[in-house]
Protein backbone atom coordinates (compact mmCIF):
# COMPACT_ATOMS: atom_id res chain seq x y z
CA UNK A 1 0.00 0.00 0.00
CA UNK A 2 3.22 2.11 0.53
CA UNK A 3 4.07 1.34 -2.82
CA UNK A 4 1.01 2.63 -3.78
CA UNK A 5 0.84 5.72 -2.62
CA UNK A 6 4.49 6.56 -3.65
CA UNK A 7 2.93 6.16 -6.78
CA UNK A 8 0.32 8.24 -6.66
CA UNK A 9 2.37 11.03 -4.82
CA UNK A 10 5.38 10.85 -7.60
CA UNK A 11 2.81 11.22 -10.60
CA UNK A 12 1.04 14.57 -8.87
CA UNK A 13 4.37 16.26 -8.63
CA UNK A 14 4.87 15.13 -11.94
CA UNK A 15 1.88 16.54 -13.55
CA UNK A 16 1.41 19.42 -11.18
CA UNK A 17 0.10 22.35 -13.34
CA UNK A 18 0.98 25.80 -12.58
CA UNK A 19 -2.26 27.74 -14.50
CA UNK A 20 -5.48 26.23 -16.03
CA UNK A 21 -5.79 24.62 -19.31
CA UNK A 22 -8.19 26.01 -21.82
CA UNK A 23 -9.84 23.60 -24.37
CA UNK A 24 -8.74 24.20 -27.53
CA UNK A 25 -11.30 22.81 -28.99
CA UNK A 26 -14.33 24.86 -30.50
CA UNK A 27 -17.72 24.61 -28.61
CA UNK A 28 -20.87 24.04 -30.70
CA UNK A 29 -22.67 27.02 -30.52
CA UNK A 30 -25.50 26.90 -27.89
CA UNK A 31 -29.47 26.71 -29.44
CA UNK A 32 -31.19 30.19 -29.13
CA UNK A 33 -34.42 29.92 -27.20
CA UNK A 34 -37.36 31.61 -29.88
CA UNK A 35 -38.87 33.84 -27.51
CA UNK A 36 -42.28 34.59 -27.75
CA UNK A 37 -43.34 37.61 -28.01
CA UNK A 38 -44.89 39.48 -25.66
CA UNK A 39 -48.54 39.67 -24.74
CA UNK A 40 -50.72 41.91 -27.25
CA UNK A 41 -47.77 41.37 -30.13
CA UNK A 42 -48.26 37.20 -30.34
CA UNK A 43 -49.59 35.93 -33.64
CA UNK A 44 -52.44 34.41 -32.03
CA UNK A 45 -53.59 37.60 -30.30
CA UNK A 46 -53.27 39.20 -33.61
CA UNK A 47 -55.68 37.19 -35.15
CA UNK A 48 -58.19 37.45 -32.52
CA UNK A 49 -57.38 41.01 -32.85
CA UNK A 50 -57.98 40.92 -36.81
CA UNK A 51 -61.95 40.69 -36.78
CA UNK A 52 -63.67 44.51 -36.47
CA UNK A 53 -67.05 45.19 -35.09
CA UNK A 54 -68.48 48.28 -36.78
CA UNK A 55 -70.16 50.80 -34.33
CA UNK A 56 -72.34 52.23 -36.72
CA UNK A 57 -73.91 48.76 -38.06
CA UNK A 58 -77.50 48.34 -36.56
CA UNK A 59 -79.64 45.08 -36.86
CA UNK A 60 -83.77 44.99 -36.21
CA UNK A 61 -84.39 43.47 -33.35
CA UNK A 62 -88.25 41.71 -32.75
CA UNK A 63 -89.72 43.21 -29.84
CA UNK A 64 -89.01 41.37 -25.98
CA UNK A 65 -85.67 39.20 -25.12
CA UNK A 66 -82.81 39.69 -27.18
CA UNK A 67 -82.79 37.17 -29.82
CA UNK A 68 -81.03 36.65 -33.53
CA UNK A 69 -81.13 33.66 -35.64
CA UNK A 70 -78.27 33.89 -38.36
CA UNK A 71 -79.88 32.92 -42.41
CA UNK A 72 -79.99 29.57 -42.83
CA UNK A 73 -80.44 27.81 -39.15
CA UNK A 74 -83.26 26.60 -37.90
CA UNK A 75 -85.04 28.96 -35.60
CA UNK A 76 -85.85 26.22 -33.01
CA UNK A 77 -82.11 27.09 -31.94
CA UNK A 78 -83.84 30.40 -30.19
CA UNK A 79 -86.05 27.92 -28.50
CA UNK A 80 -83.37 25.62 -27.19
CA UNK A 81 -81.36 28.20 -25.79
CA UNK A 82 -84.08 30.22 -24.06
CA UNK A 83 -84.80 26.98 -22.45
CA UNK A 84 -80.99 26.48 -21.67
CA UNK A 85 -80.03 23.40 -23.82
CA UNK A 86 -76.90 24.45 -24.41
CA UNK A 87 -74.97 24.86 -21.09
CA UNK A 88 -72.33 27.81 -22.13
CA UNK A 89 -68.79 26.55 -21.89
CA UNK A 90 -67.31 29.70 -21.73
CA UNK A 91 -68.10 33.21 -19.81
CA UNK A 92 -66.75 36.48 -20.74
CA UNK A 93 -67.69 39.26 -18.28
CA UNK A 94 -67.78 43.12 -19.60
CA UNK A 95 -68.44 44.95 -16.42
CA UNK A 96 -66.10 48.08 -16.09
CA UNK A 97 -64.92 47.86 -19.88
CA UNK A 98 -64.49 50.46 -22.09
CA UNK A 99 -66.55 49.87 -25.66
CA UNK A 100 -62.90 49.12 -27.60
CA UNK A 101 -62.10 46.54 -24.69
CA UNK A 102 -65.18 44.72 -25.01
CA UNK A 103 -65.42 44.86 -28.39
CA UNK A 104 -61.39 43.04 -28.55
CA UNK A 105 -62.65 40.71 -25.52
CA UNK A 106 -65.73 39.77 -27.94
CA UNK A 107 -63.34 38.82 -30.48
CA UNK A 108 -60.72 36.86 -28.47
CA UNK A 109 -63.58 34.92 -27.23
CA UNK A 110 -65.07 34.01 -30.36
CA UNK A 111 -62.10 32.84 -31.50
CA UNK A 112 -61.18 30.55 -28.87
CA UNK A 113 -64.72 28.85 -28.65
CA UNK A 114 -63.93 28.57 -32.92
CA UNK A 115 -60.18 27.06 -31.86
CA UNK A 116 -61.86 24.89 -28.74
CA UNK A 117 -64.43 23.89 -30.82
CA UNK A 118 -67.01 24.78 -27.84
CA UNK A 119 -70.26 25.65 -29.42
CA UNK A 120 -71.94 27.59 -26.75
CA UNK A 121 -70.38 30.74 -24.63
CA UNK A 122 -72.14 33.21 -22.78
CA UNK A 123 -71.48 37.27 -22.77
CA UNK A 124 -72.59 39.26 -18.67
CA UNK A 125 -72.69 42.56 -20.07
CA UNK A 126 -74.56 43.95 -16.79
CA UNK A 127 -76.78 46.77 -16.90
CA UNK A 128 -74.78 49.49 -15.64
CA UNK A 129 -75.43 52.71 -18.41
CA UNK A 130 -76.53 49.97 -20.87
CA UNK A 131 -74.06 51.12 -23.21
CA UNK A 132 -72.19 47.89 -23.51
CA UNK A 133 -75.52 45.98 -23.23
CA UNK A 134 -77.21 47.76 -26.21
CA UNK A 135 -74.16 47.26 -28.58
CA UNK A 136 -73.20 43.32 -28.40
CA UNK A 137 -76.17 42.31 -30.15
CA UNK A 138 -75.16 44.57 -32.90
CA UNK A 139 -72.04 43.28 -32.81
CA UNK A 140 -72.50 39.40 -32.42
CA UNK A 141 -74.49 39.98 -35.63
CA UNK A 142 -71.67 41.07 -37.75
CA UNK A 143 -69.63 37.95 -36.48
CA UNK A 144 -69.63 34.85 -39.36
CA UNK A 145 -68.89 32.40 -36.57
CA UNK A 146 -72.48 32.89 -34.34
CA UNK A 147 -75.48 31.01 -35.37
CA UNK A 148 -77.86 32.00 -32.95
CA UNK A 149 -78.09 34.07 -29.71
CA UNK A 150 -80.73 34.67 -26.93
CA UNK A 151 -81.04 36.36 -23.70
CA UNK A 152 -79.68 34.26 -20.71
CA UNK A 153 -81.70 32.47 -18.78
CA UNK A 154 -82.14 33.65 -14.76
CA UNK A 155 -79.72 30.71 -14.23
CA UNK A 156 -76.85 32.09 -16.64
CA UNK A 157 -77.12 35.96 -16.12
CA UNK A 158 -80.48 36.81 -16.88
CA UNK A 159 -81.60 39.93 -19.20
CA UNK A 160 -78.17 41.00 -18.09
CA UNK A 161 -76.44 38.42 -20.21
CA UNK A 162 -76.82 36.73 -23.83
CA UNK A 163 -76.21 32.85 -24.69
CA UNK A 164 -74.47 32.62 -27.96
CA UNK A 165 -74.51 29.78 -30.68
CA UNK A 166 -71.38 29.53 -32.78
CA UNK A 167 -70.94 27.03 -35.35
CA UNK A 168 -68.55 24.52 -34.77
CA UNK A 169 -64.72 23.54 -36.93
CA UNK A 170 -64.60 19.93 -38.20
Not at 60 to 83: D, I, N, T
Request: charged fraction near 25%.
Amino acid sequence: MSEESDDFALFREQVKVDRRIRSETVQAPRPKRARKPSGSNTPERQQQAEFFFSDTFRAHFPEGPVRYCAEGESSHLLKQLRRGDYPPELFLDLHGMTQAEAKREIAALLHACTKQNIDCCSIMSGHGKGILKENLPHWLVQHPAVRAFHQAPAAHGGNAALLILLQKRY
